[in-house]
Nanobody, 123 residues
Framework: QVQLVESGGGSVEAGGSLRLSCAASEYTNNYGCMAWFRQAPGKEREGVATIFNDGGTSYSDSVKGRFTISNDNAKNTLYLQMNSLKPEDTAMYYC?????????????????WGQGTQVTVSS
């Protein structure tokens, strides 16, 4: 059974940084697509960053230039480096993975999900 375990969340002041990690229970190069999502209270889950099987990346407009997604296949771990954090970044952050290529995954229809890690940014 595939397991994804996030860590690295916490509380930080606006302008600060955090690095989220997502450890997979199997080789991450088994996945065609990996991503980070977030969900704030009362809001829908939204995609934040995606990494494609060729190493390409994509970001939502709200985090572009501030967040960086990366994958270390040697450690089977996905990362999200978050800089210049804003109060509106406060949310539960989830990593997701799928063996399919990104283009074949509809919206948040990833096969595997972590349990989430909370990020709180104070003003």
């Amino acid at each position: 059974q595939v397991q994804l375990v996030e860590s690295g969340g916490g509380s930080v002041e606006a302008g600060g940084s955090l690095r989220l990690s997502c450890a997979a229970s199997e080789y991450t190069n088994n996945y065609g697509c990996m991503a980070w999502f977030r969900q704030a209270p009362g809001k829908e889950r939204e995609g934040v960053a995606t990494i494609f099987n060729d190493g390409g990346t994509s970001y939502s407009d709200s985090v572009k230039g501030r967040f960086t997604i990366s994958n270390d296949n040697a450690k089977n771990t996905l990362y999200l480096q978050m800089n210049s954090l804003k109060p509106e970044d406060t949310a539960m952050y989830y990593c997701a993975a799928d063996r399919r290529l990104c283009w074949a995954i509809p919206g948040s229809g990833y096969a595997y999900w972590g349990q989430g890690t909370q990020v709180t940014v104070s003003s």
